[in-house]
């Protein structure tokens, strides 16, 4: 429920409040749903804070290392530190 009002936060440009439930949603749902984790990195690169973003993802990887494999896990931290160093 948390993940998919962040999403829904975050499209309607309430991104202070897309953060706040994806961090709800991370605490909340077991490790492997990462959608939480993913949104909550959408929202904090909103917010510029691109940094907490990589952190939200790799912490994401720590809870289940299979993320870390992953297209999408590679492709947004990726991305993100391409960011990162300008």
Same mark, same amino acid.
């Given at each position: 429920?948390?993940?998919?009002? #962040?999403?829904?936060?975050?499209? *309607? ?14 605490? *909340? ?6 959608? #939480? #984790?993913?949104? *909550?990195?959408? =929202? ?6 691109? @940094? @907490? ?6 912490? =994401? ?17 990726? @991305? *993100? ?6």
């Amino acid at each position: 429920m948390y993940s998919n009002r #962040s999403g829904s936060h975050l499209a *309607l440009g309430n991104v202070d409040q897309a953060v706040k439930d994806a961090q709800l949603a991370v605490q *909340l749902g077991p490790p492997q749903f990462t959608t #939480s #984790s993913v949104r *909550l990195a959408d =929202a904090l690169y909103a917010l510029g804070r691109v @940094e @907490e973003a990589i952190q939200a993802l790799n912490l =994401a990887a720590e809870k289940w290392p299979e993320f870390k494999s992953t297209t999408e896990y590679k492709q947004l931290t990726g @991305e *993100l530190t391409r960011q990162l160093k300008g």
